[in-house]
């Protein structure tokens, strides 16, 4: 069974950091694009960043320069690192993973995801 665990959600002020961690088991997704989205209360959910097998980068426009994605395919485990939060920050975020090289964007491509962790900014 493959399985997606993130963990590192909280409660943190405006301005604080919070680094997400998702660790995959089940299989190996070395050789695979993995991501994040968001979905806060009331809202669609929506791509945060994302990441190709070998490390190329993708975000959305509203958390560039402040989050960063990273993996490490050793320990087949992704991270988030969000820095200057804001309270539009607030959402659940979730782990997600995709057969094939690519990054994307696109929700409909990833066929694993987490749980879910909660982010929560207080202004």
């Known amino acids: 069974q493959v399985l ?4 590192g959600g909280g409660l943190v002020q405006a301005g604080g950091s919070l680094r997400l961690s ?6 190996s997704f070395d050789r695979d694009a993995m991501g994040w989205f968001r979905q806060a209360p009331g809202k669609e959910r929506e791509f945060v960043a994302a990441i190709s097998w070998s490390g190329v ?7 560039k320069g402040r989050f960063t994605i990273s993996r490490d395919n050793a320990k ?3 991270y988030l690192q969000m820095n200057g939060l804001k309270p539009e920050d607030t959402a659940v975020y979730y782990c997600v993973a995709k057969y094939g090289i ?11 995801w987490g749980q879910g962790t909660q982010v929560t900014v207080s202004s």
């Open 4 to 7: 997606l665990a993130e963990s």
């Open 22 to 27: 998702c660790v995959a088991s089940g299989r």
């Open 57 to 63: 980068t993708y975000n959305e426009v509203s958390v």
């Open 76 to 78: 087949n485990t992704m």
């Open 102 to 112: 690519y990054r994307s964007r696109d929700l409909n491509e990833y066929a694993y």
